[in-house]
Nanobody
């Protein structure tokens, strides 16, 4: 059974930093593209970042480029999202997802497995 478990969310002041983690089990992690998505209250789910199985390719939402960094450690079956210079509009539940295939896609429907999410709240 595939399981993705996020951690690291919390309350942070605008301009601050957080690191989210997503630990995977029940899946051959090193062959999966991993993505982070977020959903703010009353809004649709939004792509944030994705990373290819090797870590060699990444993809970001324009509004987080230069502030957020996605990375992975295949030895630990874990993907990370480093959030720097956060803004109130980054407030959301952040979920990780996994898919087969090579490309770090921004399309949520391409992802097969999803975590439950971790909440990030940015205060102004």
């Amino acid at each position: 059974q595939v399981r993705l478990v996020e951690s690291g969310g919390g309350l942070v002041q605008a301009g601050g930093s957080l690191r989210l983690s997503c630990a995977a089990s029940g899946v051959t992690f090193s062959t999966k593209t991993m993505g982070w998505f977020r959903q703010a209250p009353g809004k649709d789910r939004e792509f944030v970042a994705a990373i290819s199985w090797s870590g060699g390719r990444t993809n970001y939402l324009d509004s987080v480029k230069g502030r957020f960094t996605i990375s992975r450690d295949n030895a630990k079956n874990t993907v990370y999202l480093q959030l720097n210079s956060v803004k109130p509009e980054d407030t959301a539940v952040y979920s990780c997802a996994a898919k087969s295939g090579l490309g770090p896609s921004h399309i949520g429907d391409e992802y097969t497995w999803w975590g439950q999410g971790t909440e990030v709240t940015v205060s102004s």
